[in-house]
């Protein structure tokens, strides 16, 4: 069967410093892979997605970057954080092409202070 | 370009009362509608889906969702809730993109709190 894993759970950090969240799929090849970034009241917001190896789409301009090395492994980075980007963070997959839903990692609470 | 409309943001109910969680959508295309749940501090989890067929869908924990097309609609529907169905409820929405990606539009969720 098929699972995601998220880590860390949680994170606190100063501003200014780098992040690095990581993401990996099990049991599958070749999945489209997400990252979102839920705020309080305000939904889901989709920042990445790829459809392969070093293939990132990102759907909003901001302080973060995204990277597909390996083929089930997702990470999210910002070389520096700003309060703004704390939040909570939610990988995610999906087969590619085909119609269905996401399957969630359990996300990532980020502090920046 | 389609967006999703989760007309309450908090809805309270008791225990055993019916509930119905409202969601509409808009979109140019052919639609899949989905339904998650979300607990605190962790991540979604699919309830239910339409992809095509017949236009109720029964999900996980005794929920169930019922698609129209005349009113772009997809309420969420369980006939009597637990204390455990106390959660964020999201309504997504998708279609083809350009690129076959299928990524989903998503409402800004719906806070199902059940009362003893």
């Known amino acids: 069967s098929q699972t995601i894993h998220q880590w860390p759970a949680t994170l606190v950090q100063p501003v200014g410093s780098p992040l690095s969240l990581e993401c990996t799929v099990e049991?599958?090849?070749?999945?489209?892979l997400y990252w979102y970034r839920q705020a309080a009241g305000r939904g889901l917001q989709l920042l990445f997605y790829?459809?392969?190896?070093?293939?990132i789409s990102s759907e909003v301009p901001q302080n973060l970057s995204a990277s597909r090395p390996q083929d089930r492994q997702f990470i999210l980075s910002s070389k520096k954080l700003l309060l703004s980007d704390s939040g909570f963070y939610l990988c995610?997959?999906?087969?590619?092409?085909?119609?269905?839903?996401?399957?969630f990692g359990s996300g990532t609470r980020l502090t920046v202070v | 370009a389609q967006s999703v409309t989760q007309l309450d943001s908090q809805v309270p109910v008791f225990e055993e009362a019916p509930v119905e969680l409202r969601c509409n959508y808009s979109?140019?295309?052919?639609?899949?509608l989905f339904w998650y749940v979300q607990y605190p501090n962790q991540g979604l989890q699919l309830l239910l889906k339409?992809?095509?067929?017949?236009?109720l869908v029964k999900g996980i924990n005794g929920f169930e969702a019922e698609f129209n097309k005349s009113q772009t609609s997809f309420h969420l529907r369980k006939p009597s809730v637990h204390i455990s169905d106390t959660a964020e409820y999201f309504c997504?929405?998708?279609?083809?993109?350009?690129?076959?990606?299928?990524?989903?539009?998503f409402g800004r969720g719906t806070s199902l709190i059940v009362h003893p």
């Open positions: 995610a997959w999906k087969k590619a092409l085909l119609q269905g839903g996401y399957t």
């Open positions: 049991g599958t090849s070749n999945p489209n």
């Open positions: 790829s459809v392969g190896i070093g293939q």
């Open positions: 979109s140019s295309v052919s639609v899949y």
């Open positions: 339409y992809l095509s067929g017949s236009t």
């Open positions: 997504a929405v998708s279609g083809t993109t350009s690129g076959g990606s299928y990524i989903p539009t």
